[in-house]
């Protein structure tokens, strides 16, 4: 046993574990680690299928999200801003704003509105996301 009388058989909990979160905190940490670049945080809030459509593209599973999270956009600084969330039983609709500035000037690239659909799996893990603009 250990120190505090614990066997170490334990499963020690991921640090994004959304067992202890509502939908709407794994939804916002999970566009958060999206935004900071950060794929191990995004994958440890992911279902290991996840299936993450932009637009017309499709990418399937964690490795995937975590490549596709690790990506800076050449000379762009890009934030997506999470502004409401929507919805119940697994399936929310969230309302995003996207922000892209060019990174050697601060001048605005791009300002547009997103939807984003979110599928959370019966564990809390996001199985699905789903981007479009907005209709201009």
């Not at 499709?58 to 050449?74: S, T």
Request: proline letters at 4%; one cysteine or more.
């Amino acid at each position: 046993n250990g120190p505090n009388g614990a066997s170490g058989s334990a499963r020690k909990m991921p640090l994004g574990c959304c067992l202890a979160m509502g939908p709407e905190d794994t939804i916002r940490r999970f566009c958060e680690a999206i935004n900071t670049h950060d794929g191990d945080g995004a994958a440890a809030l992911a279902d290991p299928e996840i299936v993450i459509v932009i637009g017309t593209n499709e990418l399937d599973g964690v490795e995937a999200l975590r490549a596709m999270a690790a990506q800076r956009p050449e000379g762009l600084d890009s934030s997506v801003d999470v502004l409401g969330i929507d919805g119940a039983d697994g399936k929310y609709e969230v309302t995003a704003r996207r922000v892209q500035r060019w990174a050697e000037t601060g001048e605005l690239a791009v300002d547009q509105e997103l939807s984003i659909v979110i599928e959370l799996n019966y564990e809390g893990l996001v199985a699905r996301a789903e981007m479009h603009p907005t209709s201009d």
